[in-house]
């Protein structure tokens, strides 16, 4: 579903991706952990292209958005996002519209849908996230964590093929994080193809089916979680576990 080879991004003068290579199979959940600034968030917006990689493919669903033309790169990028979901940590819903008017607005803009086509995709994901009864309140009257799986109704409205988190319970209160992580866990039994970034070490053991642990800018270790959480190979791993409380 995602094919990542010789992934490498530079801002200004520092090179912040190093040589990622990286596959992900369809319906595969795979967690980034890694100490901060090594560059998870960065590869994560280079996969849905907010950042364009300065070397390196990414092919998603079996396309490249490197080759195609010039001329095309506008459409071929909201192709792309529309196939990749990213929920970030901030929740950066649109304060003036309510959350079924958050969650419509792409579907009409973007995908050209009727008011009412898609007035019904967003019910029905707002339904799947718990927050069909709010559905009529604004951000400012919905708490952090409402807010996140309003975030999250509005990236599943698309019906994307991968889901991208980024450390997407961090800015909530300890008391919301669970329910956001409970919807994000229902998602991943339902199938879902997903890569997330994560502190949650627990709920990372629990749904992934592979850590990535990423140092500086290249992946160090890739192994499935009780491989990785029992047994890390590198000390720099081995560090990292032991700083993270869990
Ligand atoms: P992580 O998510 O693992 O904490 P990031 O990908 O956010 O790491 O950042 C990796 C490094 O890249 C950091 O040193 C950060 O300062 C730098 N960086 C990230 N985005 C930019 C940017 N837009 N311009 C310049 N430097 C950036
Ligand atoms: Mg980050």
């Given at each position: 579903m995602i094919e990542i080879k010789g992934l490498f991004k530079q801002f200004n003068n520092v090179q912040v991706l190093k040589g990622i290579d990286l596959i992900v199979k369809e319906g595969e959940k795979v967690v980034i952990l890694g100490p901060s600034g090594s560059g998870k968030s960065t590869l994560l917006r280079c996969i849905n292209y907010l950042e364009t990689p300065t070397k390196g493919e990414i092919k998603i669903n079996g396309h490249s958005f490197e080759n195609g033309d010039k001329k095309n790169k506008e459409k071929h990028?909201?192709?792309?996002r529309t196939e990749v979901g990213m929920v970030f940590q901030r929740f950066n819903l649109f304060h003036h519209l309510n959350a079924v008017d958050n969650v419509m607005a792409a579907l009409v803009t973007i995908k050209g849908l009727s008011k009412?086509?898609?007035r019904s995709i967003a019910e029905a994901?707002?339904?799947k996230v718990g927050m069909l009864e709010k559905a009529k309140n604004?951000?400012?009257q919905?708490?952090?964590g409402q807010q996140q799986r309003v975030a999250i109704a509005r990236a599943l409205a698309m019906n994307p093929k991968v889901?991208?988190?980024d450390e997407s319970t961090s800015a909530l209160d300890p008391e919301l994080v669970g329910e956001v992580l409970r919807v994000?866990?229902?998602l991943a039994e339902e199938g879902m193809?997903?890569?997330m970034v994560t502190h949650e070490m627990k709920f990372a053991k629990d749904v992934a089916d592979r850590i990535v642990f990423m140092d500086n800018g290249i992946v160090i270790e890739e192994a499935p979680p009780e491989i990785f959480f029992n047994n890390p190979t590198t000390e720099r791993a081995n560090q990292f576990l032991l700083q993270e409380s869990y």
């Open positions: 990028i909201a192709q792309l009412p086509e898609a994901n707002l339904k604004f951000p400012s919905l708490s952090g889901m991208l988190f994000i866990k229902n193809t997903m890569v």
